[in-house]
Nanobody
Framework: QVQLVESGGGSVQAGGSLRLSCAAS????????MGWFRQAPGKVHEGVAD???????TYAESVKGRFTVSRDNAKNTLYLGMNNLKAEDSAIYYC??????????????????????WGQGTQVTVSS
């Protein structure tokens, strides 16, 4: 059974930093594209960053230069380092695993296509 469990969310002031973690189990984590998505109140899910099985990364324009996605295959864990946080980064953050193995599918981040499993989410609140 696939399980994705996020942690590390919290409340910070603008300009602060957080590191989110996503512990994965029930599938071959090292072989799958993984991603971070977020949903703010009243808004649709938005892709934040993804990382393929080859380590290649993609970021939403709004977080480039501030967020870093990484993975530790030995620990079956996905990370999202977030620096210089802004009020507009406030949202519930979810990790997700792509269907199948290999590189991230086309439009995985931009259109949320090819998502096979979601975590339960972790709240990030940034106060200005």
């Amino acid at each position: 059974q696939v399980q994705l469990v996020e942690s590390g969310g919290g409340s910070v002031q603008a300009g602060g930093s957080l590191r989110l973690s996503c512990a994965a189990s029930g599938f071959m984590f090292s072989r799958n594209c993984m991603g971070w998505f977020r949903q703010a109140p009243g808004k649709v899910h938005e892709g934040v960053a993804d990382i393929g099985s080859d380590g290649m990364t993609t970021y939403a324009e709004s977080v480039k230069g501030r967020f870093t996605v990484s993975r530790d295959n030995a620990k079956n864990t996905l990370y999202l380092g977030m620096n210089n946080l802004k009020a507009e980064d406030s949202a519930i953050y979810y990790c997700a695993a792509a269907v199948g193995e290999g590189s991230c599918p086309w439009a995985f981040l931009s259109q949320l296509l090819g998502i096979g499993a979601w975590g339960q989410g972790t709240q990030v609140t940034v106060s200005s």
